[in-house]
């Protein structure tokens, strides 16, 4: 009898223990770095969010949001959401000043105690001023075809190509851009008028980050 109580005893104990062993590290961490590119700046109140889809008793659920946080002034923040069967994982950040990013991290990479790091580099917002206008002498043959040359990754400025004719042609916009980067631009004008400098030109301007750049072309 006393035999067999020891062995229920040492039974339960392994039991409790594997109990314990299964409910530790049901969470996941990730661990990440806001930062302003390319001057690799920290960046502070950056809001970073993840959302999952799961599968639970065998069936794919809706995603939702299962982590979110701010980053501080050393452009750090932390996150800890709880271990599921993850199908994908998606994040999503917003800061002042810059542009949106998005991306995706594979839930196979993710081991329960073992931080994930994630550095999220935001670019910062530059308003590029563009004018192009026709100035005396002209003539209602007169051609410009004017593009810019930067197709950056974000809903920014446009390179459709851009054609002007006439006397008193006229076009201005404003779009956004990547600071502290480079725009460069084309423009292939023919005119009438003996004399006129006409062909093609080509040249860049400088976006700083958070200020403002202008293309001015007359013709």
């Known amino acids: 009898m006393v035999r067999y109580f020891a062995l229920l005893f040492a039974f339960c104990s392994m039991a409790l223990l594997g109990c314990n062993r299964n409910t530790e590290g049901m969470t996941y961490q990730i661990e990440g770095r806001a930062l302003t590119v390319p001057a690799n700046v920290p960046l502070a109140g950056a809001d970073w ?8 008793d065998g069936a794919l659920q809706a995603e939702e949001e299962v982590a979110s946080a701010e980053s501080d002034a050393a452009g750090d923040f932390t996150v800890e959401f709880p271990r599921r069967s993850s199908y994908s994982l998606r994040w999503t950040a917003q800061a002042p000043g810059h ?14 105690n073992e931080t994930e790091s994630l550095t999220v ?13 026709s100035t005396a002498p002209e003539d209602s043959s007169d051609v ?12 920014c400025c446009p390179t459709d190509v851009v054609n002007l004719s006439g ?3 006229d076009s201005s916009w404003q779009c956004l851009m990547h600071g502290d980067a480079w725009m460069t631009w084309g423009a292939d004008l023919e005119v009438a008028l003996i004399g006129q400098p006409e062909g093609l030109f080509m040249d860049s301007v400088f976006c700083p980050a958070f200020g403002s750049a202008d293309i001015n072309l007359t013709w």
């Open 167 to 169: 006397v008193g042609a």
């Open 121 to 133: 580099g935001f670019h910062a917002v530059c308003t590029l001023h563009v004018s192009l206008s």
């Open 99 to 112: 542009f949106d990013v998005a991306g995706e991290i594979d839930p196979d990479g993710l081991l329960p």
């Open 144 to 155: 410009m075809a004017f593009n810019l040359g930067e197709d950056f990754p974000c809903l």
């Open 49 to 56: 969010s993840l959302f999952e889809r799961a599968v639970v």
